[in-house]
């Protein structure tokens, strides 16, 4: 995170509320992960935030891209298609996976001149890639345990594994290739044992697979769910890549391709929320403190994503537990019933929240006619 005096120069210049990305800690985050899963490429999931900035420095660290959209896949499309030669890596299969398990027809027909590797879950979706994308590569979903994540994904996606090789197969019969498995373990995943059972559970229909007749498969996506370090309470990122590594290595030969779809983990604590006390009273014999930003903007991961943020302010003061309200007129928008404050604090002063660069300006809205943080990145480096 920038530091305190940074974030309040920040505020000063560009006013609130703001959102600042740190681009070095972008690229902390992506060395760590390639450090401690070296086997594993990751593919950076787009939609936990869509900046072409984090983009681009993701793309420079070495990053390939999750896209569920077709807008998400032109921000990244758009950016390597316009770099220099010299700097383009060969792409679309080693950069791009769209990895949404439905997509429309008239997405397929887009996304068929791309060649690029979809995901798919069902025998109506290999209808319609068969129609519409036949140069696509396929990426089997598969449906595994998603225990104590904080965000479940399990019950709208994934073949069971009762049906998997099923579906690999009649891929194959309609003249697709299915090239490999993933899988989602639910979003911030503190149990580590859904990565060691899901992983098991892929290698089980990697040899069934083999064993009815199909051995095309080259690759293993472990998808997203990698969690950040939002309190003490979860376990170090080496912890959970050391249980990995040793199933990968046990399960998996050499020669088999692993992707991950890290999007939380790459930019959660890449970014930080300034905001201003607008107003302030007390009611019911509490103090509230009203900001410029809210759930229906940068804190939209309070509905959307199950999240908390932490409130700090940059003054010092005698604490008292207060509730924080954003500035729509909706009582919906409740930023925190209970976080610790200075009581001291006035109109205009400012408050930070870290780690909140993932799924926050992402899913900010319109709402109510506020407008939503200004962005400002901070580190960025320009390659030559
Ligand atoms: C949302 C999503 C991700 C990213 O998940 P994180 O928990 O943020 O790492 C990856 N893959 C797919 C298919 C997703 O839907």
């Given at each position: 995170m920038a530091a305190l005096k940074i974030l309040q120069q920040l505020a000063r210049k560009h006013g609130t509320p703001l959102f600042v990305a740190d681009h070095d800690e972008l690229r902390r985050n992506y060395a760590a992960f390639r450090k401690y899963l070296p086997r594993v490429q990751a593919y950076y999931a787009v939609k936990a935030n869509p900046d072409p900035a984090i983009v681009k420095t993701l793309y420079q660290a070495g990053a390939s891209f999750d896209v569920a959209s077709m807008p998400e896949f032109m921000v990244v499309h758009r950016y390597i298609k316009d770099l220099p030669a010299k700097q383009r890596q060969d792409w679309i299969w080693d950069k791009i996976i769209y990895a949404n398990p439905i997509k429309a027809n008239e997405t397929l027909a887009e996304l068929d001149q791309y060649k690029a590797l979809v995901t798919y879950d069902n025998f109506e979706e290999i209808k319609k890639i068969k129609q519409y994308a036949p140069n696509s590569g396929l990426v089997l979903r598969l449906k595994v345990p998603n225990t104590g994540a904080m965000v479940e994904l399990s019950s709208k996606f994934g073949a069971a594994s009762g049906e998997a090789v099923d579906l690999i197969l009649a891929a194959d019969r309609a003249g697709l290739v299915v090239e490999g498995l993933?899988?989602?373990?639910?979003?911030?995943?503190?149990?580590?044992?859904?990565?060691?059972?899901?992983?098991?559970?892929?290698?089980?229909?990697?040899?069934?697979?083999?064993?009815r007749g199909y051995a095309k498969m080259n690759l293993l996506d472990i998808g997203g769910g990698f969690p950040a370090p939002y309190d003490e309470s979860v376990q170090p990122f080496r912890t959970l890549a050391r249980k990995i590594n040793a199933e990968l290595d046990r399960l998996f030969p050499r020669n088999i391709q692993i992707l991950a779809e890290p999007g939380r983990f790459l930019v959660a604590t890449a970014g930080t929320a300034v905001s201003k006390i607008i107003g302030k009273a007390v009611r019911d014999g509490k103090l509230c403190y009203y900001i410029d930003d809210g759930v229906y903007h940068t804190f939209s991961g309070i509905i959307f994503d199950h999240c908390r943020y932490r409130l700090n302010a940059f003054k010092k003061g005698p604490k008292r537990i207060c509730t924080v309200f954003g500035p729509t007129c909706d009582a919906l928008d409740v930023v925190s019933l209970a976080e610790e404050l200075p009581e001291n604090l006035e109109r205009g002063d400012l408050l930070y929240s870290k780690n909140i660069g993932a799924y926050s300006v992402a899913s900010s809205t319109p709402f109510n006619g506020f407008p939503p943080a200004k962005v400002v990145h901070i580190n960025q480096k320009e390659l030559s």
């Open positions: 993933s899988f989602h373990v639910g979003s911030q995943t503190t149990n580590f044992e859904n990565y060691v059972q899901a992983i098991n559970l892929a290698a089980g229909v990697y040899k069934e697979a083999k064993d």
